[in-house]
């Protein structure tokens, strides 16, 4: 029994420990509920803070991307506002030269009437001829292009001091001047220093004077009359993203001889030369052909090496240059329309089809080039090394750009740069939108937030809608949007299939399907050849310029076809048969275009590229 009672005792005091454990343990529990509540509340309070900030920069975004529209549009009209008020200018000083042209001959009119009327009329006429209208006349040029009078004397005997820096503007108002004075009764010519005999009329030379003093001082008089060498850079002109808003005013005026190029002397080879923007290369050029007593039939005889030999080539395309250009105006191209029309493209349009592709950072090595529309047509993989383009969306991106290019004959004004160009019944041609249609397309889907990562990725029309390996998931990426936002996600999908049309969403499946495909990535680069280890091999010669050697092989858009000539036949033939209609202009219409033709021999062309 004794042993029983301890054995209570110690229960008893167990329980008791236990009981203010259990009590302990219960205010600390509830301390931690309390202190966890806190915080929860806390959590609620920043969520909403992180929610509101998040609004914020997302309305900060929109007006922002709202406000580089609007400034872009701004500055296009102000362009158009520019070329306008110069073009006004210019009829304005048209107008006021004939208005004095016609008050010279009635001067002159009224002076033969006093003649006949009066012995003194020979005096009044010469003092009216040599001093007034003289002097007036002469006084333009300076008025027009900011020149001061200085040393005037009591006598009459003055002497113009042009202030004016700029001799180009010197030049084209004084042609304009010549065009004036050849009217007049006088036979005066412009010169810097003249003197005037006193006048006995002032009031008709203060009226000359004040006619001249009330046209506007501008440099943007002689816009058209002046210009500068291609290729050369000036400050305050149009600036590099102008191109494609502007628009593209034509090639460079060049008239091209009646004979044949065989017969061309060697100033009218240098000529075209100048024209092609090889001026540079003038020097050795005549040194060349100058013994030879027909230098075109020389040039044309002349192969590819000889000529980089020749005329100590800078650039190695411009090798090329000259063969295509030398082909295409001696006619040995045969019965080829596309590279007829591609010739009518210089190296301007090609700065302006960057612009238009998405890839304006590389027209620094196209302009060193001296790039044009042929050499686009017979662009090679090897010319990629040298135009210093190294990634497989470039690459991808330049060919779908030609691709369309071809299908429209090269014509210039061919690309949707704006929704603004279309009618209100008229449907949209996304192949034929241009990179800054497609950030429109993106602040019209509300992803205006990341239109800017859009820029220099090379993402236009026609790469959307001929590249079966551009797809919804490789837009994602460069528009850097995260991974982690599915939803985003989700929307830049379903715009993008409701885009493109389920025809070709289909096809791009299928092609991600098949056997051996290698999507696209941001990071893919083309493979660079190795070069041999005999590097004096000898180079082929090319003779008479002949297109078809292996010297033009390997296009990076081949010749003919649907330019899937790197898929397996069945996604191939697939995608030759999502469309037979031509005429429309739906998305799909622009397949058929490229899958009529026989496909080309040059069928290794994505051969060379690898991921990295």
Request: glycine share 8%.
């Given at each position: 029994?004794?042993?029983?009672?301890?054995?209570?005792?110690?229960?008893?005091?167990?329980?008791?420990?236990?009981?203010?454990?259990?009590?302990?343990?219960?205010?600390?529990?509830?301390?931690?509920?309390?202190?966890?509540?806190?915080?929860?509340?806390?959590?609620?309070?920043?969520?909403?803070?992180?929610?509101?900030?998040?609004?914020?920069?997302?309305?900060?975004?929109?007006?922002?991307?709202?406000?580089?529209?609007?400034?872009?549009?701004?500055?296009?009209?102000?362009?158009?506002?520019?070329?306008?008020?110069?073009?006004?200018?210019?009829?304005?000083?048209?107008?006021?030269?004939?208005?004095?042209?016609?008050?010279?001959?009635?001067?002159?009119?009224?002076?033969?009437?006093?003649?006949?009327?009066?012995?003194?009329?020979?005096?009044?006429?010469?003092?009216?001829?040599?001093?007034?209208?003289?002097?007036?006349?002469?006084?333009?040029?300076?008025?027009?292009?900011?020149?001061?009078?200085?040393?005037?004397?009591?006598?009459?005997?003055?002497?113009?001091?042009?202030?004016?820096?700029?001799?180009?503007?010197?030049?084209?108002?004084?042609?304009?001047?010549?065009?004036?004075?050849?009217?007049?009764?006088?036979?005066?010519?412009?010169?810097?220093?003249?003197?005037?005999?006193?006048?006995?009329?002032?009031?008709?030379?203060?009226?000359?004077?004040?006619?001249?003093?009330?046209?506007?001082?501008?440099?943007?008089?002689?816009?058209?009359?002046?210009?500068?060498?291609?290729?050369?850079?000036?400050?305050?002109?149009?600036?590099?993203?102008?191109?494609?808003?502007?628009?593209?005013?034509?090639t460079t005026p060049y008239r091209k001889p009646d004979k044949p190029f065989r017969e061309w002397d060697v100033d009218t080879i240098c000529h075209w030369?100048?024209?092609?923007?090889?001026?540079?290369?003038?020097?050795?050029?005549?040194?060349?052909?100058?013994?030879?007593?027909?230098?075109?039939?020389?040039?044309?005889?002349?192969?590819?090496?000889?000529?980089?030999?020749?005329?100590?080539?800078?650039?190695?395309?411009?090798?090329?240059?000259?063969?295509?250009?030398?082909?295409?105006?001696?006619?040995?191209?045969?019965?080829?329309?596309?590279?007829?029309?591609?010739?009518?493209?210089?190296?301007?349009?090609?700065?302006?089809?960057?612009?238009?592709?998405?890839?304006?950072?590389?027209?620094?090595?196209?302009?060193?080039?001296?790039?044009?529309?042929?050499?686009?047509?017979?662009?090679?993989?090897?010319?990629?090394?040298?135009?210093?383009?190294?990634?497989?969306?470039?690459?991808?991106?330049?060919?779908?750009?030609?691709?369309?290019?071809?299908?429209?004959?090269?014509?210039?004004?061919?690309?949707?740069?704006?929704?603004?160009?279309?009618?209100?019944?008229?449907?949209?041609?996304?192949?034929?939108?241009?990179s800054q249609r497609v950030h429109e397309w993106l602040r019209a889907v509300d992803l205006a937030e990341y239109a800017p990562n859009l820029r220099g990725?090379?993402?236009?029309?026609?790469?959307?809608?001929?590249?079966?390996?551009?797809?919804?998931?490789?837009?994602?990426?460069?528009?850097?949007?995260?991974?982690?936002?599915?939803?985003?996600?989700?929307?830049?999908?379903?715009?993008?299939?409701?885009?493109?049309?389920?025809?070709?969403?289909?096809?791009?499946?299928?092609?991600?399907?098949?056997?051996?495909?290698?999507?696209?990535?941001?990071?893919?680069?083309?493979?660079?050849?190795?070069?041999?280890?005999?590097?004096?091999?000898?180079?082929?010669?090319?003779?008479?310029?002949?297109?078809?050697?292996?010297?033009?092989?390997?296009?990076?858009?081949?010749?003919?076809?649907?330019?899937?000539?790197?898929?397996?036949?069945?996604?191939?033939?697939?995608?030759?048969?999502?469309?037979?209609?031509?005429?429309?202009?739906?998305?799909?219409?622009?397949?058929?275009?490229?899958?009529?033709?026989?496909?080309?021999?040059?069928?290794?062309?994505?051969?060379?590229?690898?991921?990295?």
């Amino acid at each position: 029994r004794h042993d029983t009672d301890e054995r209570l005792r110690r229960l008893q005091k167990d329980k008791e420990s236990l009981a203010l454990q259990v009590k302990t343990l219960t205010e600390h529990m509830q301390t931690q509920s309390t202190k966890i509540s806190e915080l929860e509340n806390m959590i609620k309070e920043k969520n909403q803070l992180l929610s509101n900030a998040e609004d914020l920069l997302q309305r900060e975004m929109l007006s922002r991307s709202s406000l580089e529209t609007q400034k872009l549009e701004l500055m296009s009209a102000m362009s158009e506002l520019k070329l306008q008020q110069a073009a006004l200018e210019r009829e304005n000083l048209e107008l006021r030269t004939t208005f004095v042209t016609n008050s010279v001959a009635s001067s002159g009119l009224f002076n033969g009437n006093l003649a006949n009327g009066s012995g003194s009329g020979s005096a009044i006429t010469n003092v009216l001829n040599n001093n007034s209208i003289t002097s007036s006349l002469l006084r333009r040029p300076q008025i027009i292009t900011n020149t001061r009078m200085v040393g005037i004397t009591s006598s009459g005997s003055s002497t113009a001091t042009d202030s004016n820096a700029n001799p180009k503007r010197n030049v084209a108002f004084e042609n304009r001047d010549n065009g004036v004075l050849e009217h007049g009764e006088g036979g005066v010519q412009p010169t810097r220093s003249f003197t005037p005999q006193p006048s006995p009329s002032p009031s008709m030379s203060h009226k000359l004077k004040n006619i001249f003093g009330k046209i506007k001082r501008s440099n943007s008089g002689t816009l058209d009359d002046i210009t500068t060498p291609e290729g050369e850079f000036k400050r305050g002109g149009v600036r590099a993203t102008a191109g494609a808003r502007l628009g593209w005013s034509g090639t460079t005026p060049y008239r091209k001889p009646d004979k044949p190029f065989r017969e061309w002397d060697v100033d009218t080879i240098c000529h075209w030369f100048e024209h092609l923007g090889l001026n540079m290369y003038e020097e050795d050029l005549r040194k060349w052909i100058k013994s030879s007593t027909t230098p075109g039939s020389e040039l044309m005889k002349a192969s590819p090496v000889d000529i980089e030999k020749e005329l100590s080539l800078r650039n190695p395309l411009h090798r090329k240059k000259i063969v295509l250009a030398i082909a295409d105006i001696s006619g040995t191209v045969g019965d080829d329309g596309l590279f007829e029309n591609a010739g009518k493209l210089d190296s301007t349009w090609v700065q302006r089809w960057l612009d238009d592709v998405g890839l304006p950072q590389y027209k620094e090595p196209f302009m060193a080039a001296r790039m044009d529309g042929r050499m686009l047509h017979k662009l090679t993989m090897d010319d990629l090394g040298h135009l210093q383009i190294s990634s497989c969306l470039h690459v991808a991106s330049i060919r779908r750009g030609i691709q369309l290019m071809r299908n429209e004959k090269w014509n210039p004004d061919c690309h949707i740069r704006r929704p603004l160009q279309l009618g209100l019944n008229a449907k949209d041609d996304v192949r034929l939108w241009t990179s800054q249609r497609v950030h429109e397309w993106l602040r019209a889907v509300d992803l205006a937030e990341y239109a800017p990562n859009l820029r220099g990725s090379g993402v236009h029309g026609a790469l959307m809608i001929f590249e079966v390996k551009f797809t919804a998931e490789l837009f994602a990426d460069l528009l850097n949007i995260p991974s982690s936002k599915t939803l985003l996600r989700r929307h830049l999908a379903t715009h993008f299939k409701e885009l493109l049309g389920r025809d070709i969403i289909q096809v791009k499946r299928e092609a991600e399907n098949t056997l051996g495909f290698q999507p696209l990535t941001i990071t893919a680069k083309i493979k660079t050849p190795k070069k041999s280890q005999f590097s004096l091999k000898r180079k082929k010669s090319n003779k008479g310029g002949n297109l078809g050697g292996d010297e033009w092989s390997d296009y990076v858009c081949p010749m003919g076809g649907s330019g899937q000539e790197h898929l397996p036949p069945a996604s191939s033939s697939a995608y030759d048969q999502t469309s037979t209609n031509q005429g429309s202009n739906t998305p799909i219409s622009a397949l058929s275009a490229f899958t009529s033709n026989a496909s080309s021999p040059n069928t290794n062309i994505v051969t060379s590229i690898a991921v990295s």
